[in-house]
């Protein structure tokens, strides 16, 4: 009864979720980093601007580089509203609890792979090649924690060694590139992309795979 | 005679003298503030670079959202003018001068309605909602000092706990949008944002009031 | 025989070279600089990442300000390509050879007077004047390594006290323009100044001068 129910979803609505949940997950993400951070003491418009700035940062730089109209984060203003509850949750919830922590690590690993997506296809549309959009589907994810951190006056945590993050997120865009132009099926090229970048994420971290110190 | 002189100005004249007023007093205050960092020593490019970044920043940060064209910063010469000479003069005069850092204080406190009024208004004409609105306003209004702080390699001071004054001109738009729903008088918005929020960070800083710690 | 074919070469085709060559070489230094930075780890992501900042950073910026259409680096693979085989090859070849150092700066100084005319050329072609002209001259030829330095959490290197970088691009830009004005001529303008900047280059190098502390 219950899963015949969900086969009925259709799948645009769990990308939609997922999309949203990664912007609240940023968010969420955003405001704890700004609440831990040792450096700088933020306040309320610290939380809540690096919190916003993580949740909507991706996109804002993929559209703005784009350049087509104003970017989506600003146009529709369901993304905004989510990254400021997120936000806001983040400033008042203990963020030490340990099954909240897993559960963003979850649904960001969902919403890499997606903002992948979402960067490359909008690339696509706008008449660009391969390599450019391969390029704006890795900015487009790992652009808003990359600037909360240029905004925390550090650099980008994913330019540092550790975990491979922003691979996965480009190993998201190929998949997603290389099935769209064989198969050209965009749902099933972006279903692919996030399940199989979601089960790399994970496998990352299971198995503790870390990047190379380049010197 | 006088007065009555006065009043025949109008009152968008004052608006734009406000407005070149606070580009002038952003510009001064940058270089000075180039000039005092501790952690770098900047030369006259430097000194240069910060005072438009102060200065023009968060106009320009607004024009690049939305996308609507060249920033007025750079179609409307006058603006990069009056900064280069705010700069010019931020590079040669003494910034001990307690009667200059005042006057510097009053004018930001003018203008940070204005920029913040300028900002949601432009985000108004493009089309944007009440909350992209707002988050316009604020950009516009903290972003030159914000991008100033970033290219000093540090986070944005508004960001930080201290005087609250992104929360300044943020009730700026909230004051603007409102008096221009119910109202519709653009001047009339206007006077009254800026007014208000004159008034209110003349009160922050009168009864130091200062932000909290979000930890 | 030899000779007789070069001269045939159109300026063109030799302007493109400096170009590629400049892109080349930015993102060989970024890569260099990504690998010797003390404070951070990078890796593989992080020497490409500022590697591509590094060489298509200004260019970027340039068009992003001028809003016109995706940025030329995006449009244009080449342009992607070149600036990725270079960072791949920063990333592999020992950044200690003197010899590479050394036709890395020759390069650069062919390639930044070429840089600011490109960024001032556009912004005539977009209808703005002089001043945002010059301004968008020397963003396009310091805005790469700019902001190579911010997402490295430092204040950019051309702000601080030493080499007369910017101001040698600003030159290009000024010789630019007003030949430009006087002449009418795109190619002998951009000739000029590309000569001129390259041996004030030179000259600023040998001759050890440096800008002075503003304070």
Redesign the interface.
Known sequence: MFVSHLLTIPITTVFSVIDFGGVFAGALGGAFA??ENK?????????M??A?ISALGGG?AR?????????LA??D?RY??VA?VGGALG?TVSHKRAWLRRALVGVDALALGLFAVAGSAR?LA?G??F??AL??GVTTAVGGG?LRD???????Q?????E?Y??VAAAASVVFLTAEHWLGLGTAATALAVASSFILRLATMRFRWK?????
Request: no cysteine; proline share 8%; glycine share 8%.
């Open positions: 700004a609440r450096r700088y003491q933020y306040d309320f418009v610290g939380v601007g690096l916003l804002v559209d703005v580089l784009l350049n087509h109209g104003p970017p600003l146009v203003t905004l509203l400021m400033l690339a706008a660009l090649s390599l450019p390029l704006l990359s240029v905004f925390s006056g550090r650099t980008p994913v330019f540092e060694r550790g491979p922003a691979i990047t190379h110190l380049a010197r």
